[in-house]
C-alpha cells in the first residue's frame, strides 16, 4: 500500500520562483452534513497550494458511475432505502474511487483531500442499526488515510444550516445518532476532532495547522 509521506522529493512547479513539495498523502475531513466539512475541504486544498503543496480536492460519493447512481437513486429519494444496500452502494464506490482516483493521484504524489469516507459509512449506516464490524469488513479495500479529521457540530446547529437541503438521512435523530458513532471513531482514535462550531476561519486555521505538523514532521 502506498504510503504517503514516504514519497518525499522536490519538483519545480509552472511558477520558477515557486517549489512545490512532491508528497503524496490521504485526507479525509468526515462530519454529518452541514458541518462545513466542504468548505474546509476546498480551504485546506486553497491553503496547501499556497504553501506550495500539490493539493486536490475528492469527494465521495464519487463522481464516478457508482457514484451517480448513488446521488442519483439513494440521496434524492423522499424515503431511505435499506441501509445494507446504502453500505453496499458506497462500498462498491468506495473501491472504484480508490482504484480509479485516490492512488493515482498519490502515485503522482499529490496531496488527496477527499470530502467523505469509509467513516461516514461507519457513522451514518451504523447508526441505522448496522454492525460496524460488518461495515469495516465489507470495506476492507478502503485504504487507510494518513490523517482523518471530524467536525464536530452540535446537530441543532446543523439542521439549522440545511434548512431545505437536507436528505433522507439528516433528521435531528438520525443526526444525533450518526454524531453518537463519529464520536466512537473518535475514542478508538480512527478520527481526530475538530471543533465545528468556530467560525470558518478558526476552523481552517486549526486544520491546517494538523495538517502541516503531519506533512512536516
Known amino acids: 500500500?502506498?504510503?504517503?509521506?514516504?514519497?518525499?522529493?522536490?519538483?519545480?512547479?509552472?511558477?520558477?520562483?515557486?517549489?512545490?513539495?512532491?508528497?503524496?498523502a490521504f485526507i479525509c475531513i468526515e462530519g454529518v452534513d452541514g458541518c462545513g466539512k466542504t468548505?474546509?475541504?476546498?480551504?485546506?486544498?486553497?491553503?496547501?497550494?499556497?504553501?506550495?503543496?500539490d493539493a486536490v480536492y475528492t469527494t465521495e460519493p464519487s463522481v464516478g458511475k457508482v457514484g451517480k447512481l448513488i446521488r442519483r437513486f439513494v440521496l434524492d429519494r423522499q424515503?431511505?432505502?435499506?441501509?445494507?444496500?446504502?453500505?453496499?452502494?458506497f462500498a462498491a464506490d468506495r473501491v472504484d474511487h480508490v482504484?480509479?482516483?485516490?492512488?493515482?493521484?498519490?502515485?503522482?504524489?499529490k496531496i488527496v483531500v477527499c470530502d467523505r469516507y469509509v467513516y461516514s459509512s461507519l457513522a451514518y449506516q451504523g447508526?441505522?442499526?448496522?454492525?460496524l464490524g460488518w461495515i469495516d469488513r465489507i470495506n476492507q479495500f478502503a485504504m487507510k488515510p494518513d490523517l482523518a479529521l471530524f467536525l464536530d457540530v452540535a446537530p441543532g446547529r446543523v439542521i439549522s444550516r440545511l434548512k431545505k437541503k437536507k436528505?433522507?438521512?439528516?433528521?435531528?435523530?438520525?443526526?444525533?445518532?450518526?454524531?453518537?458513532?463519529?464520536?466512537?471513531?473518535?475514542?478508538?482514535?480512527?478520527?481526530?476532532?475538530?471543533?465545528?462550531?468556530?467560525?470558518?476561519?478558526?476552523?481552517?486555521k486549526s486544520i491546517?495547522?494538523?495538517?502541516?505538523?503531519k506533512l512536516e514532521a
Open 1 to 24: 500500500m502506498l504510503s504517503g509521506f514516504d514519497m518525499v522529493s522536490t519538483w519545480r512547479a509552472g511558477n520558477p520562483m515557486a517549489e512545490a513539495r512532491r508528497i503524496g
Open 39 to 53: 468548505t474546509q475541504a476546498k480551504i485546506l486544498v486553497k491553503n496547501l497550494r499556497r504553501r506550495g503543496f
Open 79 to 89: 424515503r431511505r432505502v435499506p441501509a445494507a444496500l446504502e453500505a453496499l452502494l
Open 99 to 109: 482504484q480509479e482516483e485516490v492512488k493515482p493521484l498519490l502515485k503522482w504524489g
Open 127 to 131: 447508526a441505522a442499526g448496522l454492525d
Open 167 to 204: 436528505s433522507v438521512m439528516e433528521t435531528m435523530r438520525n443526526l444525533k445518532e450518526v454524531r453518537e458513532v463519529y464520536l466512537k471513531l473518535v475514542q478508538q482514535q480512527r478520527l481526530i476532532t475538530l471543533n465545528g462550531n468556530q467560525s470558518v476561519e478558526e476552523v481552517s
Open 208 to 213: 491546517l495547522k494538523i495538517v502541516l505538523g
